[in-house]
């Protein structure tokens, strides 16, 4: 969806699940965070050709589902390791993309293998599933296990310091590291009989000979 205010495309959560007042005889056309801010110097429906006096409190409310919607951790809310140097701010945070997110001890000479068992460990990731991203000047880095000379890697190979946030995505499928090359080739279509729904097939080849066929019938 598009707002019609900041020209953004957003996802349908971040926009209003409602018109702003009982009487707007129009979808919301403004994102959340749009509305917030039209709010923040006026108290009627921004939409064109309409101009209803919205309800007090929708400012507190939008605002709310944005904090929902993109929660930010609260560092003095949260239990912060205690490492053996004594320093307070020798952290990291890794959050996953749903928003929970845990604190873990920092040391720039720790290898992202050790990194990747405590966020098992503190939020039930498996490491086989994780990638790890982090923000460096602008550019999102992934932190792997080796090094491209085949040397383990540190939180320190990356540059991550201390206070930084780590993302964690968590793989429901991934491609074998054996597989050198991969094709998909698309086709909508609607089968002769039977239930309409939504099915994939791979096959597998060893140079130009076809191994194995993986669907939704043979896995």
């Known amino acids: 969806m598009r707002c019609r205010r900041c020209g953004q495309e957003k996802l349908s959560k971040e926009f209003p699940d409602e018109p702003p007042a009982d009487r707007c005889a129009h979808p919301a056309h403004f994102c959340l965070r749009c509305m917030v801010g039209y709010l923040e110097h006026s108290n009627h429906c921004p939409s064109t050709n309409c101009d209803e006096e919205l ?65 098992e460990e503190r939020l039930k990731a498996d490491v086989k599933k994780q990638r790890l991203f982090f923000s460096r000047n602008k550019e999102e880095v992934e932190l792997r296990e080796k090094t491209n000379e085949g040397e383990p890697a540190t939180l320190g190979t990356y540059g991550v310091t201390a206070s930084s946030t780590i993302h964690v995505m ?8 054996l597989v050198e090359d991969s094709v998909f080739d698309l086709q909508w279509g609607y089968p002769e009989s039977g239930r309409d729904y939504l099915d994939a097939t791979a096959f597998f080849y060893n140079n130009k000979s076809p191994f194995a066929t993986f669907d939704f019938r043979q896995k």
């Open 170 to 177: 968590i793989l429901l499928y991934s491609i074998n590291h």
């Open 55 to 119: 309800p007090n409190g929708l400012k507190k409310k939008y605002e709310d589902e944005l904090t929902f919607l993109f929660p930010v951790p609260s560092l003095k809310e949260i239990d912060l390791p205690q490492p053996s140097d004594g320093s307070s701010d020798r952290y990291i945070v890794a959050r996953l993309l749903s928003g929970e997110f845990r604190t873990i001890a920092f040391d720039e000479r720790r290898s992202i293998s050790e990194v990747k068992v405590e966020i």
